[in-house]
């Protein structure tokens, strides 16, 4: 390419579209790589891209358009679906090595100080890869460029002591904080041993036998993580009082009762 001097920079219309571009050109993501699947179901739901690098490592994508603290999350789901399924993927996919660890590629126009944050404490084990897209065309020929985007170090020195508003105070607008005030407030009155355990990722609330919930903000809206059916799940998201009324209606008042019948972590 004559250094991109005719690029031509163009929104993309949907998240298929940017799935469709990366799909028929892997290598847009990185040298070597080729494609396995597109949307290939899990139990939280198909997976954008599921991907082979050339080192023989499953790979999965997850796509955004537009800047999303939820994809990690998301991400980090499809990434322990195929961990444990990395035998049946392998059947799947013979060109599959079972012998190195899948891997997670975030791709999306932007991302967020506080999801960077978040993926420094990933990086040494998981080494999630964060790549900024832009589409464009040039000489007649639709282009995705990506520029992968750092992941900061931890800090030095002592850790800091998380306090109760840090994810509070994330939240864009008073109507959004009323709302997690309101979510706390239905997990502290449960019982009087409900009591508020802050931590880097997520506000957690723990009773005499251990954590029973957590909030875990992002910037429109805040997600509520809750012990249901023997397992951690991402339950309810929240971002208006609809969200809210429906969370605790599901719940009921009888939730410590259900939540601590069973061992929690």
């Known amino acids: 390419m004559d250094k991109l001097g005719s690029f031509k920079d163009f929104e993309l219309a949907s998240e298929a579209e940017l799935e469709n571009l990366l799909a ?88 967020s100080d506080v999801l960077r944050a978040r993926c420094r404490y990933l990086r040494d084990e998981l080494q999630p890869v964060l790549l900024a897209y832009r589409a464009g065309t040039h000489a007649n020929e ?21 306090q109760s508003n840090d994810h509070r105070d994330y939240l864009s607008g008073d109507d959004l904080r009323q709302l997690w005030d309101n979510a706390a407030g239905y997990f502290t009155s449960l019982s009087p041993q409900v009591q508020q355990s802050p931590v880097q990722s997520y506000l957690g609330f723990k009773d005499n036998k251990g954590l029973i919930a957590a909030l875990s903000a992002n910037r429109r809206s805040f997600w509520v993580m809750c012990w249901h059916e023997g397992e951690w799940g991402w339950h309810f998201k929240i971002a208006d009082a609809k969200d809210l009324d429906k969370m605790k209606a599901e719940l009921g008042s009888d939730y410590l009762a259900r939540a601590t019948s069973e061992a929690t972590p």
Do not use: C
Not at 50 to 74: F, H, I, N, P, Y
Not at 142 to 162: F, H, S, Y
């Open 24 to 111: 028929a050109k892997p290598t847009y993501i990185e040298p070597g790589m080729s494609l396995l699947a597109r949307q290939w179901p899990t139990r939280r739901g198909p997976l954008d891209l599921l991907l082979l690098d050339q080192d023989g490592r499953a790979t999965v994508a997850e796509l955004k358009l537009e800047s999303s603290d939820d994809m990690l999350l998301q991400g980090l789901d499809y990434l322990a679906w195929v961990h444990e399924n990395l035998i049946a993927i392998k059947q799947a996919f013979p060109q599959v090595s079972l012998d190195k660890k899948p891997r997670l590629v975030l791709v999306a126009r932007s991302f």
């Open 142 to 162: 639709t282009l995705v460029l990506t520029n992968e985007v750092d992941i900061p170090k931890m800090p030095d020195g002592g850790p800091r002591i998380p």
